[in-house]
Structure formats: structure tokens, C-alpha cells
């Protein structure tokens, strides 16, 4: 773990992720360069026999020698990133000095605790395996299809509008329309259609029972005649 005593917390919090929650071992100064042992030993063997070197990467990060001289080794072990030795975390948003800015980072600054964890351990294992970062399921096509999902629900159908002086009762419409020979039809209750004389008019009660032709009327069901 490559980071400055400025970002102490965050280096500790991700050593401890990728330890717990990863699976790795983590070589961290704050917890393995303890009295009695040699901090430039140390740091010399963890950069050289580290499978992989985690830079935490931050404004005073990228003005630390110490630190830039720990990530140029292991850029330098792996220039074209094949092997993905060197790994870019960054905690605050910042830039990435020099050729550090040629190396994929994430950022853990801007999510949750949770959502951090998780992300910092996927990348870590893709980075051991070399896998890649495909999803699981079929992304959602970004764009606009223009169709409805179905056919849409038909509206209603206008009422059949009266004529003038026509009436209705019990919710039963009644309508005058034009019929052969100069006549007038009266429409009554789904397309019983009464065909009478002119000068003949229907009674204003007229309902579906009573609405009957007389004698000399015809009655179709539907139709004009």
C-alpha cells in the first residue's frame, strides 16, 4: 500500500476492505513497519515482492517523493499494464501527475461506505484475474424505439348525437337519420332502426319495449329500408 501519512485513514480503511472483505494480504506501513523492524527494508521488499502495489492517490500524494518513487517501480515492473501491477485509488478528486495519468484508476471518494467496498473489491479481482468488467445481464438499450410497448387502450366512442326535438328516456338514445324514399328512420337501442312515414312522429316516452312499428311501418335490425 502506497500512500502518504496525509491520507493515513483512507489507506488503513482500504487495507483493511480489501483484507476482510477481498481476501488479500496487504502489506500496510501503519500496521507491519512497527518499532524494531526497518522502514526502508521494509518498503524495499514490499515494492520488489508485492505481486501488485495500490497507489492512494491524492493531491499530496502526487507532491510526496516517497510516494511517487513507490508507484514509478511498479509502473516500471510493468510499463504496458499487462500484468496490472500498479492500481490507481484515488480519495479525493484531484489529477493524476505524469505518466500516472496513463494508468486506469477508480475513485472511491464519491459513494457510499458500502458501494466503495464493493467496487473496490471487484476491481481487485479483476486486476489479479484479468478479467474484465462485462455485467451479467443485458444492459438497457439507451435510446428511443418510438413504439408503444402495445396496442393502446381504444377510447371511447363518441355518443350518437339527437337530432333536434328527438328525446331519450330511461338512458335509451333516440335519433332522427335520413331514409329512402324521403322518409324519416328513428334509431332505437343498438341499430333497431323503425323506418316511418313523414309526418309520423315516435311518442317521447319511447323505450325499448314500446318503440314498435305500427302496421304500416317496416323494422330492421342494423339497417334502412
Sequence with gaps: MSYTEADREWAEWIAWQLEEAGGFRVL???????PGTNFVVGMQNGVTRAARTVAVLS??????????????????????GIARRLLVVRVEDCPRPGILGQVV????????????????????????????????VEPIFPGS??????????????PYPPSAGASAAGGIRVGDVSA??????????????????AGRQPPADATREDAK??????????GVS
Design 28 to 34: 500496510v506501513q501503519a500496521w507491519d513497519l512497527v
Design 59 to 80: 493531491e499530496a500524494y502526487g507532491r510526496s517523493q516517497f510516494g511517487t518513487a513507490e508507484w514509478q517501480a511498479a509502473w516500471a515492473a510493468d510499463p504496458a
Design 105 to 136: 484508476s477508480f475513485d472511491v471518494f464519491d459513494r457510499s461506505p458500502q458501494q466503495a467496498r464493493e467496487d473496490l473489491v471487484a476491481w481487485a479481482r479483476l486486476a489479479v484475474s484479468g478479467g474484465r468488467a462485462k455485467p451479467t
Design 145 to 158: 424505439t418510438g413504439a408503444t410497448a402495445g396496442p393502446t387502450f381504444p377510447a371511447a366512442p363518441l
Design 180 to 197: 329512402p324514399g324521403g322518409g324519416i328512420a328513428v334509431g332505437v337501442n343498438f341499430g333497431q332502426i323503425v323506418q316511418r312515414r
Design 213 to 222: 312499428p305500427d302496421q304500416g311501418d317496416t323494422q330492421q335490425n342494423g
